[in-house]
Protein backbone atom coordinates (compact mmCIF):
# COMPACT_ATOMS: atom_id res chain seq x y z
CA UNK A 1 0.00 0.00 0.00
CA UNK A 2 1.29 3.62 -0.63
CA UNK A 3 1.38 6.12 2.58
CA UNK A 4 2.99 9.06 3.36
CA UNK A 5 3.73 10.04 6.80
CA UNK A 6 4.29 13.76 8.06
CA UNK A 7 6.85 14.35 10.94
CA UNK A 8 8.06 17.55 12.80
CA UNK A 9 5.52 18.98 13.59
CA UNK A 10 5.12 20.71 17.21
CA UNK A 11 5.05 23.62 19.59
CA UNK A 12 7.20 26.94 18.91
CA UNK A 13 7.14 30.59 19.70
CA UNK A 14 6.18 33.65 17.04
CA UNK A 15 8.94 34.33 14.95
CA UNK A 16 10.61 30.41 15.15
CA UNK A 17 11.24 27.68 11.98
CA UNK A 18 10.28 23.94 12.22
CA UNK A 19 11.04 21.95 9.61
CA UNK A 20 8.81 19.04 8.48
CA UNK A 21 9.39 16.15 6.68
CA UNK A 22 7.11 13.59 4.66
CA UNK A 23 8.08 10.24 4.04
CA UNK A 24 6.78 7.94 1.10
CA UNK A 25 6.47 3.97 1.74
CA UNK A 26 5.36 1.48 -0.21
CA UNK A 27 6.23 3.70 -3.41
CA UNK A 28 9.00 5.66 -4.66
CA UNK A 29 8.84 9.18 -4.73
CA UNK A 30 10.59 9.76 -7.91
CA UNK A 31 7.85 9.87 -10.04
CA UNK A 32 5.21 11.93 -8.09
CA UNK A 33 4.92 15.33 -7.31
CA UNK A 34 4.30 16.24 -3.74
CA UNK A 35 2.37 18.90 -2.06
CA UNK A 36 2.06 20.23 1.36
CA UNK A 37 -1.49 21.83 2.60
CA UNK A 38 -2.80 23.14 6.16
CA UNK A 39 -5.95 23.12 7.64
CA UNK A 40 -6.41 25.50 10.71
CA UNK A 41 -9.69 24.72 13.14
CA UNK A 42 -12.54 26.29 11.15
CA UNK A 43 -11.01 27.36 8.01
CA UNK A 44 -10.96 25.27 4.71
CA UNK A 45 -7.47 23.87 3.31
CA UNK A 46 -4.99 25.49 2.40
CA UNK A 47 -2.10 25.02 -0.37
CA UNK A 48 1.11 25.75 1.10
CA UNK A 49 3.80 24.40 -1.62
CA UNK A 50 4.79 21.52 -3.56
CA UNK A 51 7.37 20.55 -5.51
CA UNK A 52 7.77 18.53 -8.81
CA UNK A 53 9.15 15.96 -9.69
CA UNK A 54 13.07 16.24 -10.13
CA UNK A 55 12.93 19.03 -8.53
CA UNK A 56 12.56 21.46 -11.17
CA UNK A 57 9.71 23.45 -10.29
CA UNK A 58 8.32 24.55 -6.64
CA UNK A 59 5.33 26.58 -5.96
CA UNK A 60 4.24 28.24 -2.34
CA UNK A 61 1.21 30.10 -1.60
CA UNK A 62 0.81 33.62 -0.96
CA UNK A 63 0.52 33.27 2.51
CA UNK A 64 3.90 31.98 2.93
CA UNK A 65 6.17 32.93 0.28
CA UNK A 66 9.37 34.10 1.10
CA UNK A 67 9.18 31.99 4.46
CA UNK A 68 8.93 28.48 3.70
CA UNK A 69 11.33 26.14 1.26
CA UNK A 70 10.22 23.11 0.05
CA UNK A 71 12.73 20.17 -0.89
CA UNK A 72 13.37 16.47 -1.95
CA UNK A 73 15.42 13.81 -1.18
CA UNK A 74 14.62 11.14 -3.33
CA UNK A 75 17.02 8.71 -2.19
CA UNK A 76 15.63 9.31 1.21
CA UNK A 77 12.11 8.91 0.01
CA UNK A 78 11.68 12.24 1.90
CA UNK A 79 10.08 15.66 1.16
CA UNK A 80 10.97 18.62 3.48
CA UNK A 81 9.17 21.99 4.11
CA UNK A 82 11.11 24.27 5.98
CA UNK A 83 9.29 26.91 7.47
CA UNK A 84 10.79 30.84 8.81
CA UNK A 85 9.64 33.33 11.18
CA UNK A 86 6.48 31.31 12.10
CA UNK A 87 3.51 33.12 13.19
CA UNK A 88 0.30 32.27 15.37
CA UNK A 89 -1.95 32.05 12.21
CA UNK A 90 0.29 29.39 10.82
CA UNK A 91 -1.02 26.93 13.27
CA UNK A 92 -2.78 24.73 11.76
CA UNK A 93 -2.23 20.63 11.01
CA UNK A 94 -0.29 20.15 8.07
CA UNK A 95 -0.78 17.71 5.34
CA UNK A 96 1.15 16.34 2.80
CA UNK A 97 0.11 14.76 -0.54
CA UNK A 98 1.29 12.82 -3.54
CA UNK A 99 0.08 12.35 -7.20
CA UNK A 100 1.86 10.33 -9.87
CA UNK A 101 3.52 12.43 -12.70
CA UNK A 102 2.46 10.63 -15.97
CA UNK A 103 3.37 14.27 -18.26
CA UNK A 104 7.06 15.34 -18.09
CA UNK A 105 6.98 17.97 -21.18
CA UNK A 106 6.58 20.58 -18.65
CA UNK A 107 7.83 21.69 -15.05
CA UNK A 108 4.53 21.86 -12.91
CA UNK A 109 3.29 21.58 -9.86
CA UNK A 110 -0.21 22.37 -7.90
CA UNK A 111 -1.48 23.69 -4.56
CA UNK A 112 -4.96 22.29 -5.68
CA UNK A 113 -5.35 19.42 -3.28
CA UNK A 114 -7.96 17.46 -5.61
CA UNK A 115 -5.64 16.99 -7.63
CA UNK A 116 -3.60 14.22 -4.94
CA UNK A 117 -3.92 11.05 -4.73
CA UNK A 118 -2.91 9.74 -1.09
CA UNK A 119 -2.66 11.61 1.50
CA UNK A 120 -1.07 11.50 5.09
CA UNK A 121 -2.66 12.10 8.60
CA UNK A 122 -0.58 15.41 9.01
CA UNK A 123 1.58 16.92 11.61
CA UNK A 124 0.06 19.56 13.61
CA UNK A 125 2.29 22.73 14.16
CA UNK A 126 1.28 25.06 17.26
CA UNK A 127 2.36 28.63 17.44
CA UNK A 128 2.13 30.62 20.46
CA UNK A 129 4.53 32.55 23.06
Known amino acids: QLHVVESGGGLVQPGGSLRLSCAASGFSMVYYDIGWFRQARGKEREGVSC????????NYGDSVKGRVTISRDDQKNTVYLEMNNLQPEDTAVYFCAATRRYDYSRSYCTLVGSAYDYWGQGTQVTVSS
Open 51 to 58: ISTRSDYR
